[in-house]
């Protein structure tokens, strides 16, 4: 049922989070299969499961997979969802990440100033995500970070 498989997903993301990336996968890829199936390619618990899939294989080092599937994801987001949706920057973000896992500071910026300038709205996360650590201390990912806390600030009295 929808309950068990929303469960399911959530263990592969937590999986993700603690390192068991490949068990992590294996759990995405059969949610998916069933989501495909029942709720559809653009349903938005599937485009979800989509972007965890796409973490999970950028943590595993699998930059063609992770890309592709990130870039797929993302594009049916905005296209679903909206450029603004929270779950569209946070796949956005998330491609930052995967971005600094490959060693590209460059391209990690410019997927994180996309969800920024969007209005992705989670500093802390950006400021204490150990995937951005090498990020610290340069100017352009600190303004982003400002950027972001200026966002937090109109989502939370957007609200209110």
């Not at 759990?27 to 899939?53: C, H, K, N, W």
């Not at 410019?110 to 209005?119: L, N, T």
Request: aromatic fraction near 8%.
């Amino acid at each position: 049922d929808y309950a068990t498989l929303m469960g399911m997903a959530k263990l592969a993301s937590m999986y993700t989070g603690i390192g068991r990336v490949r068990e992590a996968q294996k759990v995405f890829l059969e949610v998916l299969a069933i989501q495909r199936r029942v709720l559809g390619g653009e349903y938005p618990d599937t485009l979800s499961t989509m972007g965890g899939l796409a973490l999970a294989y950028a943590k595993q080092g699998r930059r063609r997979e992770a890309e592709q599937l990130f870039r797929d994801t993302i594009e049916k987001k905005r296209r679903v969802l909206g450029e603004s949706n929270r779950s569209t920057l946070i796949t956005t973000y998330k491609m930052g990440c995967a971005s600094l896992l490959w060693g590209d500071q460059k391209e990690a910026l410019d997927w994180i100033r996309q969800a920024v300038e969007r209005g992705y709205p989670e500093p802390e996360a950006l400021a204490k995500d150990p995937d951005c650590r090498s990020l610290h201390g340069n100017p352009d990912f600190e303004q982003l970070v400002a950027a972001a806390r200026k966002n937090a600030e109109k989502w939370v009295s957007s609200s209110q």
